[in-house]
């Protein structure tokens, strides 16, 4: 099983960018992004479910929506608003499981730059 994120770039405060996250096989249960900035641990960012729940964390609600096609099986991260503490390297990862959302990920993507330029 792989995870292929893509979409990462360097973009101004107040600016777009769409992550997406390619599944080699049928999408999880549950799949989420994640981040990791300059010297910091890695957060959780937002998750939605085969169901279309999604859940996202307090720092991007309101500028992040988290989609998923089930057919295309891909995940994507529309950032809007961005600021400059969004700059991360930016994660996918995939689980069987519903259970927390936030956290217990088994399937992890290599990482995508986003760098937002204040």
């Known amino acids: 099983v792989q995870l292929q994120a893509s979409g990462g770039g360097l973009v101004q405060a107040g600016g777009s960018l769409r992550l997406s996250c390619a599944a080699s096989?049928?999408?999880?249960?549950?799949t989420g992004w994640f981040r990791q900035g300059p010297g910091k641990e890695r957060e959780f960012v937002a998750a939605?479910?085969?169901?279309?729940?999604?859940t996202y964390a307090d720092s991007v609600k309101g500028r992040f929506i988290i989609s998923r096609d089930h057919a295309k099986n891909t995940v994507d991260l529309q950032m809007n608003s961005l600021k400059p503490e969004d700059t991360a390297v930016y994660y996918c990862?995939?689980?069987?499981?519903?259970?927390?959302?936030?956290?217990?990920?088994?399937?992890w993507g290599q990482g995508t730059q986003v760098t937002v330029s204040s």
């Open positions: 990862a995939a689980k069987g499981r519903y259970d927390d959302y936030t956290r217990n990920y088994d399937y």
């Open positions: 096989e049928r999408i999880f249960s549950v």
């Open positions: 939605i479910g085969w169901n279309f729940y999604s």
